[in-house]
């Protein structure tokens, strides 16, 4: 056992561990009974609060101003507003679906997701990464951060909300451990990649043990489960219009951490975060080391969503001035610079080198014979994306599922550019979708490119897992990209394709082939996420109203000096 894993063995059996338990009478029996005034107070803040325009929360800050008093900041667009400013979202859905459980799969997949349950002392507290009894456990017995985000939007969506509550107390006494990989300290703010309920029979005693990146491939500390976590701390939020368990001083002290961590200053030159490879759901060496996509869209996004999570006292007031300002800057560098279309492709195919001073139009000196041929036949002339990587003389052109459809739900991207995201995946349906949904990355790094980027990783090989394989858990962010750009038609196409194939392969973690044909070499069996990204597209295409869990509206004060593109439609600029 690892000194980390003996650090939270340790520190779990004395009386800290009594403080992981989490209790169903008060907080969770309210939620039965009319609100009282303070809940009243609470429902009125998640309400109203989540679309604030970044300059007002400023302004609010400066003049020493509560958000909770404030009630006319909203700026979700009108053909959304009556969806998504439900208070609620979900709690109104009964538990048994039967609108739409006459599909087979849906009794299927809950039974699934039901089983993949891991407890810990009696109480619900996460899912298992995947339960295939085929093959070696490994770290798929494990409760997975990233992982559990869809099963517990299922569960959110189905109105049970204890097990999301759990699982965050959970996740969040776990970061207060130290973290050590050989001699080295990680950030206090490091949340952990997974953990696992290790019992222990002769006492019949229950601890939890976290993984931080050192038994990871390649030793990398998660990035992203921070963010998800405070994503996730807004969606249990929104959904239950409880704020209650996000307004917990460990609550917030737990977003505080994370948010010192990124906001912290250094020698960066760019708004974005620098990450090592193997930081987030590619957790293996692909060449997204430097400013990958995934993890500025899921950045941006966690930054909105403490926006709203913060109290507002001095502390509270402090960071919310520091997220605004990095908010700005980000928004701004990733639309102009990461942002990419026919006419952007045109204008870095001409680019000049060697340029220097603030005049310079080719700012990160990219050299245009760098750019791959493929994405000169891949780009149509409507449509575009966020490319995977900017720095310095390297341009990533590669296409990256998850961070595009989190910039379309964090308002990331503008409403052009998310319709122009949407234009791309109906023009490279063939490419990005083909037979199962859904491409991770596009196009397959192969031959000599692929012995330099992956170190020959035998499991990377060319359209097989990260390396262009396709990825069923992408349909709950594909659908609700879908739903909130007006595009339900895509994310039914995309579930039609899945429903064809996942139940009868046994729920697989990802499919190989440049078409998603076959069933991944290494893909283990009753993956749970592809279990729950199946179940929460198919329950959010069914009440578009859960969108706003996961969804956020553009600031109308971050609009983005970028210059007019082709592939957006002229009607938009009317």
């Known amino acids: ?48 609060c989540d679309e604030k325009s970044l300059n007002e929360l400023a302004g609010l800050v400066s003049s020493n101003l509560s958000f909770r008093n404030i009630e006319n900041f909203r700026s979700a667009s009108d053909n959304l507003e009556s969806i998504l400013d439900t208070g609620r979202s979900g709690m109104s859905t009964p538990r048994s679906l ?67 509550k759990n699982f965050i107390l959970k996740t969040l006494r776990l970061q ?20 696992k309920v290790l019992n222990d029979p002769v006492r019949n005693y229950e601890t939890l043990i976290a993984d931080f990146g050192e038994s ?74 430097g400013h990958p996509i995934e993890i500025q869209a899921l950045f941006f996004m966690a930054l909105r969503c403490a926006l709203v999570l913060l109290r507002q006292d001095d502390e509270g007031k402090e960071f919310v001035e520091r997220i605004v300002k990095r908010l700005h800057a980000l928004s701004y560098h990733m639309r102009s610079y990461f942002w990419l279309d026919f006419k952007q492709l045109n204008d870095i195919y001409r680019y ?15 050299i245009p014979d760098s750019i791959p041929d493929w994405v000169f036949d891949f780009m149509p002339t409507r449509g575009g994306y966020f490319i995977g990587n900017v720095s310095p003389a390297r341009m990533d052109f590669r296409w990256f599922c998850l961070g595009n459809c989190v910039a379309i739900l964090s308002a990331l991207a503008t409403p052009e550019q998310s319709a122009a995201i949407m234009d791309l995946i ?48 992408l349909l709950w962010l594909l659908t609700a990209a879908c739903i909130k750009t007006g595009r339900p038609q895509i994310a039914r196409r995309a579930i039609d394709l899945a429903e064809s194939r996942l139940s009868k392969d046994n729920w697989p973690e990802y499919y190989d082939g440049k078409l998603g044909r076959y069933v991944g070499k290494q893909a283990r069996k009753s993956q749970t996420w592809s279990v729950a990204g199946y179940l929460v597209a198919k329950m959010m295409l069914e009440d578009p109203s859960h969108l706003g869990m996961v969804s956020l509206e553009e600031d109308k004060q971050m609009k983005p000096l970028i210059k007019r593109s082709n592939s957006w439609p002229c009607s938009l600029f009317n």
């Open 1 to 48: 056992m690892s000194a980390l894993a003996m650090d939270v063995v340790q520190g779990t059996c004395g009386k800290n561990l009594d403080s992981l338990s989490v209790g169903t009478d008060g907080e969770d029996s309210a939620l039965s009974r009319l609100p009282d005034k303070s809940n009243i107070h609470a429902l009125e803040r998640n309400r109203s």
């Open 98 to 164: 039967t609108c739409f459980e006459s599909h087979p799969m849906i009794a299927e997949a809950w039974e699934a997701l039901r089983r993949s349950l891991v407890y810990f002392r009696g109480q619900p507290v996460g899912t298992i990464a995947a339960l295939d009894h085929t093959e070696d456990a490994l770290n798929y017995n494990q409760v997975f951060v990233r992982d559990f985000v869809p099963s517990a939007l299922a569960f959110l969506i189905n109105g049970e909300p204890e097990i999301v």
């Open 176 to 195: 207060s451990w130290e973290k050590k990989i050989d001699r080295f300290k990680l950030g206090e703010g490091v949340m952990p990649a997974s953990f």
């Open 216 to 289: 990871a491939i390649g030793r990398v500390a998660p990035v992203d489960s921070g963010f998800w976590w405070i994503i996730l701390l807004r969606a249990y939020t929104k959904s239950t219009g409880d704020s209650s368990l996000a307004d917990r001083p460990e609550c917030q002290r737990g977003m505080k951490l994370i948010l010192t961590m990124c906001l912290s200053e250094g020698f960066d030159t760019f708004p974005t975060l620098l990450c090592a490879d193997g930081c987030c759901m590619i957790d293996r060496r692909m060449g997204v080391y």
């Open 352 to 366: 000049k080198t060697e340029e220097y001073s603030h005049t310079a139009v080719n700012k990160f000196n990219v």
């Open 426 to 473: 109906e023009e490279r349906w063939e490419e990005l979708v083909g037979e199962m949904p859904l491409k991770v990355t596009y196009p397959a790094i192969e031959s000599h490119e692929w012995r330099i980027v992956t170190g020959c990783d035998p499991k990377n090989t060319r359209w097989s897992y990260h390396n262009g394989g396709s990825w069923p858990v």
